[in-house]
């Protein structure tokens, strides 16, 4: 399966994030998080996980990430 695309990334005021840098920061991270993902989920399925688990679990994670800079 493959990545779904990019966004625009925008700030908390909805402006767009311009940065060449920071936007191809965002992609490498995007990727990898997605490979790391994606190898995680077939190796439960090898070891016979349940598909709807793993996906409900995945989703739970990123549910529950925090973020340290919140003003």
Request: include cysteine.
């Amino acid at each position: 399966m493959s990545m779904p695309n990019m966004p625009k990334w925008v700030d908390d005021q909805g402006e767009v994030v311009s940065c060449t840098e920071k936007i191809k920061v965002m992609q490498q991270n995007m990727e990898e998080l997605h490979q790391l993902a994606q190898d995680a989920f077939e190796d439960g399925l090898l070891m016979g996980c349940s598909e709807t688990q793993l996906r409900h679990y995945f989703a739970d994670l990123v549910a529950g990430l925090t973020n340290p800079y919140r003003r």
